[in-house]
T-cell receptor, first 113, second 112 residues
């Protein structure tokens, strides 16, 4: 079955540590997105990529980095520069063309310990 | 910045009743979408309505869009306990690239 897979489901980060969240899709979608969800704040866009080897900052990119070396994969690194990383992270994908819904992964819950 | 604003923030109804949720937005859009999220899970796409459409149906869902008022509503008819979830509206801007902006969501509770 086609879908989008995020791993791990739960992740714990120590202060000053970089961690990488994985997102893989087998839907042949061109565009991929990372969102952060905090209680009561809805979803906020971190980074997005419309094609391989290209990506753009979203509304809250500071302290995060991404890469898009393959169409199927869009990993997100939460760096030590992100001062408040505890949140639920959601990856999504869609065909590049306008007018299609997004397919979301099941999320990664990151906690700073 | 958050484009969509949902109303109400929380809604509690009895099974079998209809649930109406509203969304307002601020700038021009290409389309507006509604999503459902069960607790601790990813979002599931429910329905998309384009800026040149006024109403759309999908099963028990009915969505309306009024671009002059920059507002949309989602109606769930004959609600079930399984409809209990958070519902988000999301707007896709008028630019060439698809980039959804989400509201804060509505928490719907359907009592058996």
């Amino acid at each position: 079955d086609g879908g989008i897979t995020q791993s791990p489901k739960y992740l714990f980060r120590k202060e000053g540590q970089n961690v990488t969240l994985s997102c893989e899709q087998n839907l042949n979608h061109d565009a991929m997105y990372w969102y952060r969800q905090d209680p009561g704040q809805g979803l906020r866009l971190i980074y997005y990529s419309q094609i391989v080897n290209d990506f753009q900052k979203g509304d809250i990119a500071e302290g995060y980095s991404v890469s898009r070396e393959k169409k199927e994969s869009f990993p997100l690194t939460v760096t030590s520069a992100q001062k408040n990383p505890t949140a639920f992270y959601l990856c999504a994908s869609t065909p590049y063309r306008q007018g299609y819904g997004y397919t979301f992964g099941s999320g990664t819950r990151l906690t700073v310990v | 910045s958050q484009q969509g604003e949902e109303d109400p923030q929380a809604l509690s109804i009895q099974e079998g009743e209809n649930a109406t949720m509203n969304c307002s937005y601020k700038t021009s859009i290409n389309n507006l979408q509604w999503y459902r999220q069960n607790s601790g899970r990813g979002l599931v796409h429910l329905i998309l309505i384009r800026s040149n459409e006024r109403e759309k149906h999908s099963g028990r869902l009915r969505v309306t869009l009024d671009t002059s008022k920059k507002s949309s509503s989602l109606l769930i008819t004959a609600s079930r306990a399984a409809d209990t979830a958070s519902y988000f509206c999301a707007t896709d801007g008028a630019g060439a690239n698809s980039k959804l902006t989400f509201g804060k969501g509505i928490t719907l509770s359907v009592r058996p």
